[in-house]
């Protein structure tokens, strides 16, 4: 069983940018982000696979960036212009999928993201 554990989460001003970590206990070929707004369900927001292939949300395109550092077993997720709707709690995830078929076996506990204006 992998565990994965999410850090980097915290209050931030529109328009800030922060970076959130995630480290796995092993290695899997897909490693992602979802988030959950508040009284919303979750979305994804996008993945990495080991090779190095990503998979993005439209909506996430252009200011959100994942890499991953395999030989840490950790995947980031840059998180710039951040605006008050992008306000939640982010997931850490990984499987055996790959990017495009979101084949998620292990999930995090979540770090929550609060953007003030």
């Known amino acids: 069983q992998v565990q994965l554990v999410e850090s980097g989460g915290g209050l931030v001003q529109a328009g800030g940018s922060l970076r959130l970590s995630c480290v796995a206990s092993g290695r899997t070929p897909t490693m992602g982000w979802f988030r959950q707004p508040p009284g919303k369900e979750r979305e994804f927001v996008g993945a990495r696979g080991w090779s190095g292939m990503t998979n993005y949300a439209d909506s996430m395109k252009g200011r959100f960036t994942i890499s991953r550092d395999n030989a840490k077993n950790t995947v980031y997720l840059q998180l710039n212009s951040l605006e008050p709707e992008d306000t939640a709690v982010y997931y850490c995830?990984?499987?055996?999928?790959?990017?495009?078929?979101?084949?998620?076996?292990?999930w995090g506990q979540g770090t929550q993201v609060t953007v003030s204006s």
């Open positions: 995830a990984a499987g055996r999928g790959t990017v495009w078929s979101k084949e998620y076996d292990y």
